[in-house]
Protein backbone atom coordinates (compact mmCIF):
# COMPACT_ATOMS: atom_id res chain seq x y z
CA UNK A 1 0.00 0.00 0.00
CA UNK A 2 2.83 2.06 0.63
CA UNK A 3 4.84 1.40 -2.47
CA UNK A 4 1.45 1.02 -4.72
CA UNK A 5 -0.58 3.74 -3.23
CA UNK A 6 -1.70 4.62 -6.77
CA UNK A 7 -3.25 0.94 -7.32
CA UNK A 8 -5.19 1.17 -4.36
CA UNK A 9 -6.42 4.58 -4.59
CA UNK A 10 -7.88 3.89 -8.03
CA UNK A 11 -8.78 0.10 -8.09
CA UNK A 12 -8.97 -0.80 -4.20
CA UNK A 13 -5.98 -3.73 -4.94
CA UNK A 14 -4.26 -5.47 -7.68
CA UNK A 15 -5.81 -7.01 -10.71
CA UNK A 16 -4.17 -10.29 -10.46
CA UNK A 17 -1.86 -12.07 -7.37
CA UNK A 18 0.20 -15.04 -8.68
CA UNK A 19 2.32 -16.95 -6.40
CA UNK A 20 4.54 -19.78 -5.49
CA UNK A 21 4.52 -19.25 -1.91
CA UNK A 22 7.36 -20.38 0.30
CA UNK A 23 7.18 -24.18 1.22
CA UNK A 24 8.14 -23.88 5.02
CA UNK A 25 6.86 -25.77 8.00
CA UNK A 26 5.48 -24.82 11.28
CA UNK A 27 8.28 -25.74 12.87
CA UNK A 28 10.75 -23.29 11.28
CA UNK A 29 8.19 -20.39 11.74
CA UNK A 30 8.09 -20.58 15.96
CA UNK A 31 9.43 -17.21 16.20
CA UNK A 32 7.31 -15.51 13.79
CA UNK A 33 4.12 -16.79 14.62
CA UNK A 34 2.77 -14.27 17.17
CA UNK A 35 3.06 -11.78 14.10
CA UNK A 36 0.93 -13.98 12.00
CA UNK A 37 -1.53 -14.62 14.18
CA UNK A 38 -1.58 -10.45 14.76
CA UNK A 39 -1.61 -10.54 10.87
CA UNK A 40 -3.88 -13.06 9.96
CA UNK A 41 -6.18 -14.14 12.38
CA UNK A 42 -8.66 -15.53 10.28
CA UNK A 43 -6.11 -18.28 9.01
CA UNK A 44 -4.18 -18.53 11.87
CA UNK A 45 -3.62 -21.82 13.49
CA UNK A 46 -0.44 -23.06 15.55
CA UNK A 47 0.09 -25.91 13.56
CA UNK A 48 -0.27 -24.20 9.75
CA UNK A 49 3.02 -24.03 7.36
CA UNK A 50 4.33 -20.75 5.94
CA UNK A 51 2.06 -20.78 2.74
CA UNK A 52 -1.45 -20.26 4.99
CA UNK A 53 -0.49 -16.72 5.56
CA UNK A 54 0.28 -16.19 1.50
CA UNK A 55 -3.17 -16.91 1.12
CA UNK A 56 -4.62 -14.35 3.03
CA UNK A 57 -1.97 -11.74 2.08
CA UNK A 58 -2.57 -12.80 -1.49
CA UNK A 59 -6.17 -12.17 -0.71
CA UNK A 60 -5.69 -8.81 0.77
CA UNK A 61 -3.86 -7.43 -1.94
CA UNK A 62 -6.72 -8.22 -4.66
CA UNK A 63 -9.27 -5.45 -5.68
CA UNK A 64 -13.08 -6.52 -5.64
CA UNK A 65 -13.17 -9.42 -8.58
CA UNK A 66 -9.62 -9.44 -8.81
CA UNK A 67 -7.91 -13.07 -9.71
CA UNK A 68 -5.43 -15.08 -7.74
CA UNK A 69 -3.57 -18.15 -8.68
CA UNK A 70 -0.83 -20.05 -6.92
CA UNK A 71 0.66 -23.11 -7.18
CA UNK A 72 0.86 -24.36 -3.23
CA UNK A 73 0.50 -27.84 -1.07
CA UNK A 74 -2.47 -28.93 -1.09
CA UNK A 75 -2.49 -29.91 2.50
CA UNK A 76 -4.70 -27.21 3.25
CA UNK A 77 -7.67 -29.22 1.16
CA UNK A 78 -8.11 -31.80 4.28
CA UNK A 79 -5.97 -30.63 7.21
CA UNK A 80 -6.94 -29.62 10.41
CA UNK A 81 -4.96 -26.67 9.82
CA UNK A 82 -6.54 -25.15 6.88
CA UNK A 83 -9.98 -25.68 8.45
CA UNK A 84 -9.90 -21.51 9.15
CA UNK A 85 -8.48 -21.17 5.89
CA UNK A 86 -10.93 -22.91 4.09
CA UNK A 87 -13.43 -21.61 5.78
CA UNK A 88 -12.18 -18.04 4.91
CA UNK A 89 -11.59 -18.83 1.09
CA UNK A 90 -15.93 -19.40 1.35
CA UNK A 91 -16.64 -16.18 2.64
CA UNK A 92 -14.30 -14.18 0.81
CA UNK A 93 -13.75 -15.36 -2.61
CA UNK A 94 -15.42 -17.45 -5.77
CA UNK A 95 -13.58 -20.75 -6.31
CA UNK A 96 -13.07 -21.47 -10.12
CA UNK A 97 -10.77 -23.84 -10.41
CA UNK A 98 -8.51 -26.23 -8.63
CA UNK A 99 -6.02 -28.73 -9.94
CA UNK A 100 -4.94 -31.14 -7.35
CA UNK A 101 -1.20 -32.89 -8.64
CA UNK A 102 -1.29 -35.24 -5.61
CA UNK A 103 2.20 -36.71 -5.77
CA UNK A 104 2.76 -35.61 -9.71
CA UNK A 105 6.10 -34.35 -9.61
CA UNK A 106 5.71 -31.12 -10.43
CA UNK A 107 8.74 -30.01 -8.55
CA UNK A 108 11.51 -32.55 -9.80
CA UNK A 109 13.13 -34.02 -6.35
CA UNK A 110 10.74 -32.81 -4.24
CA UNK A 111 7.32 -34.48 -2.71
CA UNK A 112 5.38 -31.45 -2.44
CA UNK A 113 1.75 -32.65 -2.90
CA UNK A 114 0.86 -29.25 -5.33
CA UNK A 115 -2.16 -28.32 -6.05
CA UNK A 116 -3.16 -24.82 -8.19
CA UNK A 117 -5.68 -22.82 -7.49
CA UNK A 118 -7.88 -20.07 -9.23
CA UNK A 119 -9.89 -18.14 -6.95
CA UNK A 120 -11.81 -14.45 -7.99
CA UNK A 121 -12.22 -12.37 -4.67
CA UNK A 122 -15.43 -11.83 -4.01
CA UNK A 123 -17.16 -8.22 -3.46
CA UNK A 124 -18.12 -8.26 0.43
CA UNK A 125 -20.60 -11.58 -0.33
CA UNK A 126 -20.01 -15.21 0.40
CA UNK A 127 -18.59 -17.58 -2.70
CA UNK A 128 -20.91 -18.22 -5.43
CA UNK A 129 -22.96 -21.31 -6.11
CA UNK A 130 -21.18 -21.63 -9.76
CA UNK A 131 -19.69 -24.62 -9.91
CA UNK A 132 -16.13 -25.29 -9.49
CA UNK A 133 -13.49 -26.78 -11.91
CA UNK A 134 -11.87 -29.80 -10.68
CA UNK A 135 -8.63 -31.49 -12.67
CA UNK A 136 -7.13 -34.51 -10.08
CA UNK A 137 -3.71 -35.17 -12.09
CA UNK A 138 -3.03 -38.89 -11.76
CA UNK A 139 0.88 -38.74 -10.78
CA UNK A 140 1.65 -41.75 -13.67
CA UNK A 141 0.06 -39.48 -16.68
CA UNK A 142 1.97 -36.33 -15.85
CA UNK A 143 4.98 -36.92 -18.65
CA UNK A 144 1.80 -38.11 -20.96
CA UNK A 145 0.44 -34.93 -21.52
CA UNK A 146 0.00 -31.54 -21.85
CA UNK A 147 -1.60 -29.94 -18.69
CA UNK A 148 -3.70 -27.97 -20.65
CA UNK A 149 -5.15 -30.19 -22.96
CA UNK A 150 -5.84 -32.78 -19.94
CA UNK A 151 -7.78 -30.28 -17.82
CA UNK A 152 -9.83 -30.26 -20.59
CA UNK A 153 -10.24 -33.30 -21.34
CA UNK A 154 -10.31 -34.81 -17.59
CA UNK A 155 -11.95 -31.99 -15.95
CA UNK A 156 -15.16 -32.47 -13.92
CA UNK A 157 -17.11 -29.83 -12.23
CA UNK A 158 -18.03 -29.54 -8.07
CA UNK A 159 -20.79 -27.61 -6.85
CA UNK A 160 -19.62 -25.04 -5.13
CA UNK A 161 -22.17 -25.09 -1.81
CA UNK A 162 -20.47 -28.76 -0.96
CA UNK A 163 -17.27 -26.45 -0.07
CA UNK A 164 -16.94 -25.32 3.45
CA UNK A 165 -14.39 -25.10 6.25
CA UNK A 166 -15.19 -28.71 6.70
CA UNK A 167 -12.19 -30.88 4.46
CA UNK A 168 -13.21 -30.57 1.02
CA UNK A 169 -13.78 -33.44 -0.94
CA UNK A 170 -12.43 -32.76 -4.84
CA UNK A 171 -14.32 -36.01 -6.23
CA UNK A 172 -17.18 -36.32 -8.59
CA UNK A 173 -20.90 -36.12 -7.82
CA UNK A 174 -21.02 -39.62 -8.37
CA UNK A 175 -17.87 -41.17 -5.87
CA UNK A 176 -19.53 -38.46 -3.61
CA UNK A 177 -22.43 -39.82 -3.49
CA UNK A 178 -21.31 -43.57 -2.81
CA UNK A 179 -18.61 -42.31 -0.06
CA UNK A 180 -22.07 -40.37 1.35
CA UNK A 181 -23.93 -43.37 1.25
CA UNK A 182 -20.52 -45.45 3.08
CA UNK A 183 -20.88 -43.19 5.77
CA UNK A 184 -24.70 -43.51 6.03
CA UNK A 185 -24.80 -47.08 6.47
CA UNK A 186 -22.04 -47.27 9.10
CA UNK A 187 -20.88 -45.74 12.55
CA UNK A 188 -17.81 -44.07 13.79
CA UNK A 189 -15.10 -46.79 14.55
CA UNK A 190 -14.65 -45.50 18.09
CA UNK A 191 -18.50 -46.19 18.53
CA UNK A 192 -18.58 -49.66 16.72
CA UNK A 193 -16.00 -51.09 19.21
CA UNK A 194 -16.52 -48.27 22.62
CA UNK A 195 -13.11 -47.25 22.15
CA UNK A 196 -10.28 -45.02 20.06
CA UNK A 197 -6.98 -46.56 18.28
CA UNK A 198 -3.87 -46.28 20.40
CA UNK A 199 -0.50 -45.73 19.33
CA UNK A 200 2.02 -48.16 19.50
CA UNK A 201 5.45 -47.07 22.41
CA UNK A 202 7.54 -44.40 21.61
CA UNK A 203 10.77 -45.00 23.04
CA UNK A 204 12.56 -42.06 22.63
CA UNK A 205 16.06 -43.92 21.89
CA UNK A 206 15.25 -47.09 19.82
CA UNK A 207 18.78 -48.11 19.89
CA UNK A 208 18.70 -48.52 23.70
CA UNK A 209 15.14 -50.11 24.15
CA UNK A 210 14.69 -52.14 20.85
CA UNK A 211 17.50 -55.04 20.92
CA UNK A 212 17.77 -58.39 18.66
CA UNK A 213 16.87 -62.18 19.82
CA UNK A 214 20.79 -62.41 20.14
CA UNK A 215 21.27 -59.11 23.02
CA UNK A 216 17.69 -60.03 24.60
CA UNK A 217 19.37 -64.26 25.39
CA UNK A 218 22.26 -62.50 26.08
CA UNK A 219 21.11 -60.34 28.83
CA UNK A 220 18.47 -62.90 30.17
CA UNK A 221 21.67 -65.37 30.65
CA UNK A 222 23.41 -62.70 32.80
CA UNK A 223 20.59 -61.61 34.94
CA UNK A 224 17.32 -63.79 34.76
CA UNK A 225 15.23 -61.54 36.50
CA UNK A 226 15.08 -59.44 33.26
CA UNK A 227 13.62 -61.83 30.83
CA UNK A 228 10.10 -60.95 32.29
CA UNK A 229 10.40 -57.31 30.91
CA UNK A 230 12.00 -57.87 27.71
CA UNK A 231 8.67 -58.51 25.54
CA UNK A 232 8.26 -58.96 22.01
CA UNK A 233 7.42 -56.04 19.52
CA UNK A 234 5.98 -55.78 16.18
CA UNK A 235 7.28 -53.04 13.58
CA UNK A 236 4.97 -51.71 10.80
CA UNK A 237 6.55 -53.78 8.55
CA UNK A 238 5.44 -56.58 10.76
CA UNK A 239 1.80 -55.96 10.10
CA UNK A 240 0.41 -58.65 7.25
CA UNK A 241 -2.89 -59.25 6.33
CA UNK A 242 -4.73 -61.29 8.70
CA UNK A 243 -1.88 -62.04 10.62
CA UNK A 244 1.20 -60.24 12.45
CA UNK A 245 4.54 -62.06 11.53
CA UNK A 246 6.96 -61.58 14.28
CA UNK A 247 10.89 -60.71 13.14
CA UNK A 248 11.88 -62.02 16.50
CA UNK A 249 12.66 -58.80 18.04
CA UNK A 250 11.90 -57.58 21.25
CA UNK A 251 11.58 -54.39 23.95
CA UNK A 252 12.89 -53.32 26.97
CA UNK A 253 9.85 -52.58 28.67
CA UNK A 254 10.79 -50.37 31.49
CA UNK A 255 7.64 -48.37 32.60
CA UNK A 256 8.18 -45.11 33.51
CA UNK A 257 7.94 -44.82 37.87
CA UNK A 258 4.41 -42.30 36.95
CA UNK A 259 2.74 -45.81 35.55
CA UNK A 260 4.13 -48.89 37.57
CA UNK A 261 6.03 -49.53 41.07
CA UNK A 262 9.42 -50.29 40.78
CA UNK A 263 11.88 -51.24 43.70
CA UNK A 264 13.54 -47.55 42.86
CA UNK A 265 10.26 -45.51 42.24
CA UNK A 266 10.23 -43.70 45.37
CA UNK A 267 14.27 -44.19 46.26
CA UNK A 268 15.25 -40.30 44.87
CA UNK A 269 18.45 -40.00 44.55
CA UNK A 270 19.39 -43.48 45.15
CA UNK A 271 16.95 -44.65 42.21
CA UNK A 272 19.77 -45.21 39.76
CA UNK A 273 21.98 -47.54 42.31
CA UNK A 274 18.62 -49.68 43.26
CA UNK A 275 18.03 -49.93 39.17
CA UNK A 276 21.27 -50.82 38.84
CA UNK A 277 21.70 -53.67 41.55
CA UNK A 278 17.90 -54.91 40.56
CA UNK A 279 18.68 -55.58 37.44
CA UNK A 280 22.58 -55.20 36.76
CA UNK A 281 22.78 -56.53 33.16
CA UNK A 282 19.80 -53.82 31.90
CA UNK A 283 21.56 -51.33 33.65
CA UNK A 284 25.01 -52.35 32.04
CA UNK A 285 22.97 -52.08 28.26
CA UNK A 286 21.08 -48.78 29.50
CA UNK A 287 24.49 -46.84 31.14
CA UNK A 288 26.16 -46.07 27.36
CA UNK A 289 23.12 -44.34 26.31
CA UNK A 290 22.71 -41.97 29.46
CA UNK A 291 23.34 -39.36 27.73
CA UNK A 292 21.17 -39.83 24.68
CA UNK A 293 18.15 -40.65 27.03
CA UNK A 294 18.58 -38.02 29.62
CA UNK A 295 17.64 -35.81 26.91
CA UNK A 296 15.03 -37.53 25.42
CA UNK A 297 12.10 -35.00 26.10
CA UNK A 298 9.47 -38.00 26.20
CA UNK A 299 11.62 -40.04 29.05
CA UNK A 300 10.14 -41.44 32.27
CA UNK A 301 10.53 -39.95 35.59
CA UNK A 302 14.11 -41.68 35.61
CA UNK A 303 16.48 -41.12 32.44
CA UNK A 304 16.04 -45.38 32.01
CA UNK A 305 12.78 -45.35 31.54
CA UNK A 306 9.94 -45.06 28.77
CA UNK A 307 8.19 -42.00 28.48
CA UNK A 308 4.72 -42.78 30.80
CA UNK A 309 1.73 -44.64 29.09
CA UNK A 310 -1.27 -45.55 30.54
CA UNK A 311 -2.58 -48.19 28.18
CA UNK A 312 0.33 -50.86 28.79
CA UNK A 313 -2.13 -53.78 30.00
CA UNK A 314 -4.66 -52.95 26.72
CA UNK A 315 -0.96 -54.76 24.95
CA UNK A 316 -1.86 -57.54 26.73
CA UNK A 317 -5.30 -58.43 25.20
CA UNK A 318 -6.33 -59.32 21.83
CA UNK A 319 -6.11 -56.75 19.81
CA UNK A 320 -5.72 -55.69 15.93
CA UNK A 321 -2.56 -53.86 14.95
CA UNK A 322 -2.11 -51.80 11.99
CA UNK A 323 0.48 -49.68 10.38
CA UNK A 324 0.49 -45.85 10.47
CA UNK A 325 2.24 -45.85 7.06
CA UNK A 326 -0.26 -47.78 4.77
CA UNK A 327 0.17 -49.01 1.01
CA UNK A 328 -2.48 -51.78 1.15
CA UNK A 329 -4.70 -52.82 3.32
CA UNK A 330 -2.96 -55.21 6.06
CA UNK A 331 -4.78 -55.51 9.84
CA UNK A 332 -3.96 -57.99 11.78
CA UNK A 333 -5.30 -59.84 14.50
CA UNK A 334 -2.91 -60.01 17.28
CA UNK A 335 -3.32 -62.62 20.01
CA UNK A 336 0.24 -63.25 21.58
CA UNK A 337 0.15 -60.01 23.70
CA UNK A 338 2.98 -58.42 21.47
CA UNK A 339 3.69 -54.49 22.27
CA UNK A 340 4.51 -52.52 19.08
CA UNK A 341 6.77 -49.78 17.99
CA UNK A 342 5.52 -46.33 16.86
CA UNK A 343 4.74 -47.41 13.17
CA UNK A 344 1.62 -49.02 14.81
CA UNK A 345 -1.60 -47.95 15.97
CA UNK A 346 -4.07 -51.16 17.12
CA UNK A 347 -7.91 -51.41 18.38
CA UNK A 348 -8.83 -52.84 21.32
CA UNK A 349 -10.59 -55.48 19.49
CA UNK A 350 -10.47 -59.07 18.32
CA UNK A 351 -13.82 -58.58 16.45
CA UNK A 352 -13.02 -60.76 13.61
CA UNK A 353 -15.93 -58.98 11.27
CA UNK A 354 -14.39 -56.10 11.78
CA UNK A 355 -10.63 -57.42 10.74
CA UNK A 356 -12.76 -58.51 7.22
CA UNK A 357 -14.19 -55.03 7.17
CA UNK A 358 -10.79 -53.32 7.44
CA UNK A 359 -8.75 -55.43 5.00
CA UNK A 360 -11.52 -55.26 2.70
CA UNK A 361 -11.14 -53.54 -1.02
CA UNK A 362 -14.42 -51.32 -0.23
CA UNK A 363 -12.96 -49.61 2.85
CA UNK A 364 -9.71 -49.10 0.53
CA UNK A 365 -11.30 -47.66 -2.13
CA UNK A 366 -13.34 -45.17 0.69
CA UNK A 367 -9.90 -44.56 2.54
CA UNK A 368 -7.89 -43.85 -0.47
CA UNK A 369 -10.15 -40.49 -1.18
CA UNK A 370 -10.86 -39.90 3.15
CA UNK A 371 -7.37 -40.44 4.81
CA UNK A 372 -4.19 -38.44 3.80
CA UNK A 373 -2.05 -39.33 1.44
CA UNK A 374 1.82 -39.33 2.54
CA UNK A 375 5.05 -39.30 0.49
CA UNK A 376 4.69 -41.81 -2.66
CA UNK A 377 0.74 -41.49 -2.28
CA UNK A 378 0.76 -43.81 1.37
CA UNK A 379 -2.24 -43.28 3.58
CA UNK A 380 -1.70 -41.96 6.79
CA UNK A 381 -4.63 -43.59 9.20
CA UNK A 382 -3.32 -41.23 12.61
CA UNK A 383 -6.05 -39.42 14.11
CA UNK A 384 -9.75 -38.40 14.22
CA UNK A 385 -10.09 -39.69 10.72
CA UNK A 386 -9.93 -43.21 12.06
CA UNK A 387 -11.99 -42.65 15.06
CA UNK A 388 -15.19 -41.68 12.60
CA UNK A 389 -14.24 -44.31 10.21
CA UNK A 390 -17.63 -45.68 8.94
CA UNK A 391 -18.27 -49.38 9.95
CA UNK A 392 -21.17 -51.08 8.54
CA UNK A 393 -23.31 -52.38 11.30
CA UNK A 394 -23.75 -56.77 10.52
CA UNK A 395 -26.79 -58.43 11.27
CA UNK A 396 -26.58 -62.32 12.77
CA UNK A 397 -26.34 -63.19 9.55
CA UNK A 398 -23.86 -61.21 7.95
CA UNK A 399 -21.42 -61.56 11.06
CA UNK A 400 -21.89 -65.29 10.64
CA UNK A 401 -21.11 -65.60 6.91
CA UNK A 402 -18.39 -63.40 7.26
CA UNK A 403 -16.30 -64.39 10.40
CA UNK A 404 -15.71 -67.87 9.63
CA UNK A 405 -14.23 -66.77 6.34
CA UNK A 406 -12.09 -63.97 7.96
CA UNK A 407 -10.75 -67.36 10.22
CA UNK A 408 -9.98 -69.39 7.55
CA UNK A 409 -7.66 -66.35 5.67
CA UNK A 410 -6.11 -66.20 9.19
CA UNK A 411 -4.95 -69.38 9.60
CA UNK A 412 -3.76 -69.78 5.92
CA UNK A 413 -1.59 -66.86 6.48
CA UNK A 414 0.31 -68.84 9.60
CA UNK A 415 0.37 -71.94 7.95
Not at 238 to 258: H, Q
Not at 338 to 359: E, I, Q, R
Amino acid sequence: RLHFSEVFARKGGFDVVVANPPYVRMEAITDQKPELQASYPEVYTGTADLYVYFFARGIQLLKPHGKLTYIAPNKWLRASYGEKLRGHFVNSVHIEQIIDFGHASIFKGADTFPCIVVFQKADGKPASSVDVQVTQFPRDELDQWDLRDFVEERSHFVAANRFSAAPWSLEPVDIERLMAKIRAAGVPLREFIGAEPYYGIKTGLNEAFLIDTATRDRLVAEDPACEAIIRPYLRGQDIKRWTPKWAGLWMILLKSSENYAWPWTEAGTRAEQVFAGTYPALYAHMKPFEERLRKRSDRGRYWWELRSCAYYDVFERPKLVYQVIQFHPQYSLDFDGNLSNDKTFFLPSSDKYLMAVLNSPLIWWHNWRYLGHMKDEALNPAGAKMFDLPIAVPNDALRAAIEPRACMQTRARER
